[in-house]
């Protein structure tokens, strides 16, 4: 939130997009400097394959995990640290 | 300097305070200070004009319940250095769906939002029949549900989505199915694109931004729909949530759906 002081990486949410044999998973974000503002802003999206009888949701926790792991990886990116 | 004692009585300020120079006022309190201001039944008015407005405020913990009622209010900030301290706009982002069927009487979730605050601004998409051609126009709903995954904000079939757009779609597909029907010539817009089965694609003009029927594709042999496109604007807003879902209700055909949704996001939570 504006005023928090020290670099870092902010989550807005997470959105879902499902299809019969594919769903993606979409999560955004704002990066903010070390004096609170805000730097930097977007999406990522992960796609993963929907077995045959699995529940779409096991699909989605997949993409959630690997974009959270790309998303922590952004500010050392941004910022030089992590 | 003048010193009011604490059991004065309600003063009346009943003259105009003119000061050439300069005005300092030190307040120092320790505890809490309480303004009230309760104007009953006229209208507070505070002009400042002609001056250079330095407020800074350290302030923690803070809450700001403003209520603005049956009125306008009209925000203007400058700032010269350009900072980005306000975001009066929405970030803009976007989700596409894979193609989805659904199948005979249910409801899926295509496209799902969780966050903090954001608006659903526009989707757009294309429903096709999956098995035998039905009434994609009747049947089938656009369903939102805005902070509350149980019940929907908005409810739509697609012939509902046509009467925004004046419901071009739907006489534009019956004008060609009357000239079809006694071998006139088809109206604009329409041509054949398969010969067997025989189906036509129908444009209807949309111009409205809200919301369209953009095109049909018309089965003459069953005289039902086999494809429809579609947009709606929405500008919604949400708290946390958004869903979008399509409800297929036709007993026994199992209808396919693409789609993309355009959101914002509001910078601060």
């Known amino acids: 939130m504006r005023g928090e002081k020290g670099r870092r990486v902010r989550e807005w949410g997470e959105y879902v997009a499902y299809g019969d044999t594919m769903i993606k998973v979409g999560i955004s974000y704002r990066i903010f400097d070390e004096n609170g503002n805000l730097t930097s802003t977007g999406i990522i999206w992960e796609a993963e394959n929907v077995g045959l009888g699995e529940p779409a949701e096991e699909a989605v926790e997949r993409a959630r995990r690997r974009a959270r792991e790309k998303i922590k990886r952004l500010l050392e990116r941004h910022h030089g640290e992590g | ?269």
Not at chain 2, 70 to 90: H, K, M, N, Q
Not at chain 2, 220 to 249: D, H, K, P, Q, W
């Open chain 2, 1 to 269: 300097m003048s010193t009011i004692p604490y059991d004065s009585p309600d003063y009346t300020l009943l003259s105009d305070v003119n000061v050439v120079g300069s005005i300092a006022i030190d307040v120092n309190v320790v505890g809490s200070v309480t303004i009230n201001v309760n104007v009953v039944n006229d209208r507070l008015n505070v002009y400042i004009t002609n001056a250079f407005l330095d407020v800074k405020a350290e302030i923690t913990n803070t809450s700001i319940d403003i209520r603005v009622i049956d009125s306008t209010v009209d925000l203007t900030i400058y700032t010269p250095e350009g900072r980005w301290i306000v975001a009066s706009d929405l970030l803009a982002t976007y989700a596409v769906t894979p193609y989805r069927t659904v199948s005979p009487g249910k409801e899926v979730t295509i496209l799902s939002a969780t966050g903090f605050r954001g608006r659903l601004r526009q989707i757009g998409g294309e429903l096709v029949t999956a098995g035998s051609p039905f009434s994609i126009m009747g049947d089938v709903r656009v369903r939102i549900y805005i902070d509350n995954p149980y019940v929907p904000r908005i409810d739509l079939s697609l012939d509902e989505i046509d009467f925004l757009n004046g419901r071009a779609a739907y006489w534009l597909w019956t004008a060609l199915d009357n000239a079809l029907a006694n071998n006139l010539s088809p109206p604009f817009n329409c041509a054949k694109y398969s010969t067997s089965p025989e189906r036509w694609l129908i444009e209807p003009f949309f111009s409205n931004p809200t919301a369209a029927i953009t095109m049909l594709v018309y089965d003459r042999g069953s005289r039902l729909l086999t494809r429809l496109g579609f947009y709606l604007r929405l500008e919604a807003e949400f708290m946390n949530s958004v869903e979008v879902r399509i409800y297929n209700g036709n007993t026994s055909n199992t209808l396919g759906v693409m789609m993309t949704g355009i959101m914002g996001e509001y910078v601060w939570p």
